[in-house]
């Protein structure tokens, strides 16, 4: 087989001072950080539908990069030549895991029957580079939005045919999953929203997602799939009103149909921002509930209001992630590069040094993170602040030995309550400045 990124040798780490754009300036695969190397850290993931399908197109106008890689676009020698791309690609930045949609496998027939015997075909292909290479499967998941038939939603779907061909999708996408031995599968309800409540049953279209995901979790763990089902938060685009608005919203709706133990969250960053919070407000709610289990990194753009799928720099966000992520001891699932070029960035090039910057990226985060941690003054101050419930009053409130009468003779007693201590944030944001730019 011949190499597709002619040119591009394997990217290897060369240290912050390096001016050679094909080289990593921070990750270091082996180095250790917080007591982990930080591969371990740091389990990247190729997205398959970005980095071997998505080729410039905009609203606007057409492809600006060619991701044929020698074959014709819509046939099987080119879903060849994509896992061909994909794998000299990971394998040239030392990425260990890939990410799928069933249909970024191979291009989707009008009839399902043949959809699955062509997945079947190229699975086995996947499944021989795997083993030649070590590279393995984040996680898998099925689309069941971009067909017309899911237009209503596929969980949430008023046909109950479309819903059949949802659990279709859904039975197969984790059997692939299954076959790659894949750490995760994830759920983003793409269609389940609603644009107005003039013409949808919410009840009806909650329960009905929830049943079918039940239904997937019976089948995962019948055909021994050990890994999490994921949901991927998204609180807009493509409906207006998304099922899963944020993590709160996800983990209140696994909690009240009886998911949550099969299930965690894959966050995204810019689905976080999208729904108004930080990413870091997203991981904490998450981590907090015990459902921090795999991340999108990618990052959005303040300015606009959709979802740009953008390859994350901004080192403030990824070092509050990987404090986060250190808390939590790791993640069980990895980093999902769900990013894209910009449409002007249309070389193969481009794709290499994309990925150089969100690993480099995140490296600095982890490595910012860990001493942020190490410093402890971010810690030592929340320690503080909640230091009245230490004793006294306040530790019988946190043993729940008190009474509301009993807190309102206490409060009785001091007639009136002093202020707070400071919350220091001012101090605190420029202890973050001080180590992030020590
Ligand atoms: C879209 C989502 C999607 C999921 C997988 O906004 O990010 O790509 O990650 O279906
Ligand atoms: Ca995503
Ligand atoms: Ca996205």
Known sequence: MSEIFKGIPEIRFEGKDSKNPLSFKFYDAEKTVAGKKMKEYLPFAMAWWHNLGAAGTDMFGRDTVDKSFGAEKGTMEHAKAKVDAGFEFMQKLGIEYFCFHDVDLVPETEDINETNARLDEISDYILGKMKETGIKCLWGTANMFSNPRFMNGAGSTSSADVYCFAAAQIKKALDLTVKFGGRGYVFWGGREGYETLLNTDVKFEQENIARLMHLAVDYG??????????????????????????????????????????????????????????????????????????????????????????????????????????????????????????????????????????????????????????????????????????????????????????????????????????????????????????
């Open 221 to 438: 763990r019948k055909i021994g799939f050990t890994g999490d089902f994921y949901i991927e938060p998204k609180p807009k685009e493509p409906m207006k009103h998304q099922y899963d608005f944020d993590a709160a919203t996800a983990i209140g709706f696994l909690r009240q149909y009886g998911l949550d133990k099969d299930f965690k969250l894959n966050i995204e960053a810019n689905h976080a921002t999208l729904a108004g919070h930080t990413f870091q407000h997203e991981l904490r709610i998450s981590a907090i509930n015990g459902m921090l289990g795999s991340i999108d990194a990618n990052q959005g753009d303040y300015l606009l209001g959709w979802d740009t799928d953008e390859f994350p720099f901004d080192v403030y966000e990824a070092t509050m992630c990987m404090y986060e992520v250190i808390k939590a001891g790791g993640l069980t699932g990895g980093f999902n590069f769900d990013a894209k070029n910009r449409r002007p960035s249309n070389t193969y090039e481009d794709m290499f040094e994309a990925y150089i910057l969100g690993m480099d990226t995140f490296a600095l985060g982890l490595m910012k993170a860990a001493e942020l941690i190490e410093d402890g003054r971010i810690d030592e101050n929340i320690k503080n602040k909640y230091a009245s419930f230490n004793d006294g009053i306040g530790k019988k409130i946190i043993d729940g030995s008190t009474s509301l009468e009993e807190l309102a003779d206490y409060a009785a007693s001091l007639k009136s309550a002093e202020t707070p201590a400071s919350g220091k944030q001012e101090r605190l944001e420029g202890i973050l400045n001080q180590i992030l730019f020590k």
